[in-house]
């Protein structure tokens, strides 16, 4: 599939605002240079069941990485070379689809496709990017189960659910420990069991991919945001371009060989009344390269309470009780009518 074909029309969409005088680029290079030395955590302790004293010195440097980062990168965590050599596979046979074909010829999920920003009206909005946004759920939909009316799509795309379904269910195995580890931590009595609140069927995978960018620098691949979830698992490629703020600065988060990117999501930093940090991050894009990652979004259902709902009695509570439901409901209303997210500022105590 040509290149053309397959990318979506970035260019007749940011033409209504590029200045005649774009720059562009020609190293294919961020321009945030700077490096960060973002904590990677080897955490086979906690995956292998090692010893109490190894598992509790994983545990505390990914509390201290939550605090002071809301990022850290983990190691021997479990997930095969092999299992993501196949994911890396299978999602680029999707993506080099025709733009036609994945946004509207895939009935069963063309819903689920997304790209740059079409309604955007200035270039700080507009992504260059293309994305499926996946329930788990359906994912394991296909899987599982048989339709004769979407027969031929299912079996074009059957190694594809394959792997998606054994990647998120190791995933979501990995989800589980990390986030049991970080709620035992903030709350000895662990009055949240990760195992009762997140369920596999709530959460959702993202695949990414980030098309190179021959113009503007001022164009990124992923614009800032906080994830409104609980917990982020990401896995990226080689090439780059992840950055996240850090002490009122863009730091680069340097790709790690065979390693995962874990960060806090808005309902965590709520659950914790601001004890870890849900911090905005955006990814750069390269004149060059293209980029791909996946993303595992941990999140409880839709009617779970957040808020203040697992503090001590002897806090005090920054945020009101809300559900997870209000809150989606809430960012989606705002962005519709802002064109930006609001997020955690609105669900405050005054």
């Not at 339709?147 to 795309?157: L, N």
């Not at 999140?299 to 209000?326: I, N, Q, W």
């Amino acid at each position: 599939m040509k290149e053309d074909m397959a990318n979506p029309p970035f260019a007749d969409h940011l033409e209504a605002f590029l200045s005649d005088n774009y720059k562009v680029d020609g190293d294919g290079q961020p321009q945030q240079q700077k490096e960060g030395k973002l904590p990677i955590i080897d955490i086979g302790s906690l995956v292998s069941g090692g010893e109490e004293e190894e598992r509790r010195r994983c545990v505390d440097a990914m509390e201290r990485a939550s605090r002071e980062w809301g990022f850290f990168q983990i190691k021997n965590h479990g997930l095969s070379d092999d299992l993501f050599s196949e994911m890396r596979r299978e999602k680029k046979k999707i993506f080099e689809c025709s733009f036609e074909k994945k946004s509207s010829g895939c009935e069963r999920f063309n819903k689920f496709y997304s790209w740059g920003a079409p309604n955007a009206t200035s270039l700080h909005q507009f992504s260059w990017y293309e994305a499926f946004h996946l329930p788990v759920s359906f994912i394991s939909e296909e899987t599982e189960t048989s339709d004769d009316r979407h027969r031929d799509q299912k079996q074009q795309f059957q190694s594809l659910w394959e792997v998606l379904d054994r990647y998120t269910t190791a995933v979501s195995k990995l989800a589980e420990v990390l986030a049991g580890a970080l709620i035992e931590t903030k709350d000895g009595s662990s009055t949240m069991r990760s195992d009762k609140y997140f369920k596999k069927d709530n959460c959702f995978l993202r695949l990414n991919r980030y098309p190179p960018c021959p113009l503007s620098s001022e164009i990124h691949g992923l614009t800032s945001h906080t994830d409104s979830d609980f917990l982020t698992i990401l896995w990226q490629d080689e090439v780059g371009g992840l950055q996240l703020m850090k002490d009122s600065k863009w730091v680069s988060v340097h790709p790690h060989p065979g390693a995962l990117i874990v960060n806090i999501g808005d309902l965590f930093q709520a659950w914790s009344n601001d004890v870890y940090r849900s911090v905005e991050h955006r990814v750069m894009t390269n004149a060059k390269l293209e980029r791909y990652s996946v993303g595992y979004f941990v999140c409880p259902s839709s009617d779970s309470v957040v808020g203040s709902c697992s503090r001590k009695e002897e806090e005090t509570s920054l945020y009101k009780k809300f559900t997870f439901g209000e809150y989606k409901t809430q960012v989606q209303k705002d962005v519709k009518n802002t064109g930006n997210k609001v997020g955690l500022s609105r669900f405050l105590l005054l």
